[in-house]
């Protein structure tokens, strides 16, 4: 019996932690609220959620992808804050989440290490350069990808061919870039401004850019839906869509 | 405590069978579940799916590697280690066996802040001509980092147990100590680089925090199997358990043919 209860314990004391590239952190008062968003947002949502006075925030970060498929295996976060827009349509779609809403954007830019000879996306078709970019199964990556299918063939396989990592998260790429392991990647342009001042963003032509709209729900079964509402509508109006923007997030278009 | 010694219930024997039970219950399960609902030829299927069988040649090549530079330069060093003693001795041997408590993050970053280009070495490996981050080359490091302390603990332990008489018989018969060590260390201590060298594989074939920080993922050059099921994990569960399932089969016909050619004594032996 005591067995169970220390064992219990142990559990109950180990469940706050998470994976290895989960961060968390909480703030406020009133009852707990799990938002869990994808990285991307770090900075900028743990600038403004402790000003969340309906519910202690708890932020867990990982990749959109990786976050839905905890939902899909029977998590119940109360948030779910995602990188794009398809992942919680498809969420919505399957039941577990709410309609979602569309509450930022971001842009698709080229990061390189300051001081880098790399100004253009041409430049990544010479041999020798080393790109890094997120794996098919994160947003980023598909982003990337679309991004990439819309140059000439050649030009595109080219660059593929230089590709020598495909990260599962963006932290991958900005951490192999700013180590000098590779010599340009693709990300978002708020991580080159969360870098600071270690990289440099070279933008991609308007025509090349893909629509990176950030999308939010409340999950089903959620703990505290109200609560979660409140959160998310302070995503596209209030304290969190102001840090989001000091971030170097768009608004959502109307 | 709880049991007053008046009660005659078996009540100390009944706690370690309920903690027993608890520990199997907990360990397996979860290695069961892989295997719930999967025919053996689903799991052959998944391995046709592409870049799963690249993932796992790959992880074979790397750990077959890693070991043969873990025995290779493990093995003497161990040996020195258990036959010597000197000043600064238990410094040495902490050092080397920091890795086994550091975690794969750390390791991957440290690797990176040692080798990498902009790293404190990474110039003289650049200078040498060897590129390790991206490369197969910088997965059999960052295997070898975190494995090798396994193998180099069990061996030490393993030397230290051998019968000194037996080295002290050989050296009076006229052996070298080169030969000694050959012919009478090595076959005596067999068991113990057994169980570490088995050791030393299960954790380089399930490496994956280190290998992605320092050596990246790509199919075929540095995804190791682990990499490839993460992956998998959120756009093809399926296929992650597929692989997951074959890891284990893997991992755990290693631990069996271990025990088959040295006996069970070789793995359970080891801890002392």
Request: glycine content about 8%; overall charge negative; aromatic content about 6%.
């Amino acid at each position: 019996m005591r067995c169970v209860v220390l064992v219990l314990a142990a559990v109950a004391l180990a469940s706050p932690g998470c994976g290895d590239d989960e961060g968390e952190a909480s703030s406020g008062d009133g009852p707990p609220l799990v938002v869990s968003a994808a990285s991307s947002m770090t900075e900028a949502l743990e600038a403004c959620s402790p000003a969340f006075e309906d519910a202690a925030v708890r932020l867990q970060f990982a990749g959109s992808d990786e976050l839905a498929a905890q939902i899909r295996q029977g998590a119940k976060p109360d948030v779910y804050a995602a990188a794009n827009t398809d992942l919680p349509e498809e969420l919505h779609r399957e039941g577990l989440l709410s309609r979602p809403v569309e509450f930022a954007t971001n842009e698709l830019v080229l990061a390189v290490p300051k001081d880098s000879e790399i100004d253009a996306l041409d430049d990544l078709t010479r041999a020798d350069v080393k790109v890094v970019m997120g794996s098919e199964s994160v947003p980023i990556g598909a982003y990337t990808r679309k991004t990439l299918a819309k140059l000439p063939r050649d030009e595109e396989e080219a660059i593929l061919a230089n590709v020598r990592s495909n990260e599962p998260d963006v932290k991958g790429i900005v951490g192999k870039l700013s180590q000098g392991a590779a010599d340009a990647g693709f990300v978002y342009v708020t991580d080159v401004k969360a870098a600071d001042r270690a990289l440099e963003a070279v933008e991609l032509p308007v025509d090349l850019q893909p629509t990176v709209t950030y999308g939010v729900g409340v999950v089903d079964g959620a703990e505290h839906p109200g609560e979660a509402r409140m959160f998310a509508r302070q995503l596209v109006d209030g304290p969190c869509a102001d840090a989001l923007e000091e971030a170097g997030f768009g608004p959502a278009q109307k | 405590m709880s049991a007053s010694p008046r009660v005659h219930i078996p009540w100390f024997p009944a706690v370690l069978v309920v903690a027993l039970g608890l520990a199997l219950t907990f360990l397996t399960l979860p290695v069961v579940a892989i295997f719930v609902d999967r025919t053996p030829a689903q799991l052959i299927d998944a391995l046709g799916e592409r870049g799963a069988l690249d993932a796992l040649w790959l992880s074979l090549r790397a750990t077959a590697m890693s070991l043969a530079i873990i025995l290779l330069v493990g093995t003497p060093a161990a040996y020195l280690l258990a036959t010597r003693s000197f000043r600064g001795k238990s410094v040495v041997v902490t050092l080397v066996e920091l890795p086994l408590v550091l975690p794969p993050a750390v390791a991957g970053i440290a690797l990176l802040a040692a080798l990498s280009p902009s790293g404190i070495v990474g110039g003289a490996v650049e200078g040498v001509g060897i590129d390790l981050v991206f490369e197969t080359a910088g997965v059999v490091v960052a295997l070898t980092f975190v494995a090798s302390p396994f193998y180099v603990r069990q061996a030490m332990a393993a030397f230290a147990a051998v019968d000194r008489t037996l080295l002290d018989a050989s050296r009076t018969l006229g052996a070298s100590e080169a030969r000694s060590f050959a012919r009478v260390m090595i076959p005596s201590a067999m068991p113990g680089l057994a169980a570490g060298t088995a050791l030393a594989l299960g954790r380089a074939l399930g490496e994956f925090g280190a290998t992605l920080m320092f050596a990246g993922s790509l199919e075929g050059v540095t995804q190791t199997v682990p990499l490839a099921i993460y992956d998998r994990f959120s756009s093809n569960f399926d296929a992650a358990l597929a692989l997951s399932a074959v890891l284990v089969a893997v991992s755990a016909a290693i631990l069996i043919s271990v025990k088959l050619v040295h006996g069970s004594e070789a793995l359970g032996g080891a801890a002392r």
